[in-house]
């Protein structure tokens, strides 16, 4: 397991843990930032700034702290995942509208 910092951008991860108490942990795992949910860092600001991170069916603008961290894992596309954009979304999904 890595952390959301480090990986690489526009590859697709599974979110495993957020750690760290209070509202910072509290506010992301009510953005969605919950175990199981599939996320893509699209892009990040330099020197350590803030990233942007297409999460299920939306984007989120993160600045983390040192106290907060989101353990995520690489994400194996096999036969039922389907890469649409910048975002994973199962078979069942495909015919769900996207969002924008």
Do not use: H, K, W
């Not at 910092?5 to 509202?23: F, H, K, L, W």
């Not at 991170?53 to 702290?65: D, F, H, I, K, Y």
């Amino acid at each position: 397991m890595v952390t959301l910092q480090t990986i690489p951008v526009n590859e697709p991860y599974r979110i495993v843990r957020v750690s760290g108490d209070g509202a910072m942990a509290q506010r992301l795992r009510e953005l969605g930032f919950i175990p199981g949910s599939t996320c893509t860092v699209v892009r990040r600001a330099p020197f350590g700034g803030p990233m942007e991170v297409a999460l299920e069916r939306r984007t989120v603008g993160l600045r983390l702290t040192s106290d907060v961290q989101i353990l995520v894992e690489p994400l194996t596309l096999d036969a039922d995942l389907f890469c649409i954009g910048e975002s994973v979304r199962t078979a069942t999904d495909v015919n769900s509208p996207v969002a924008a």
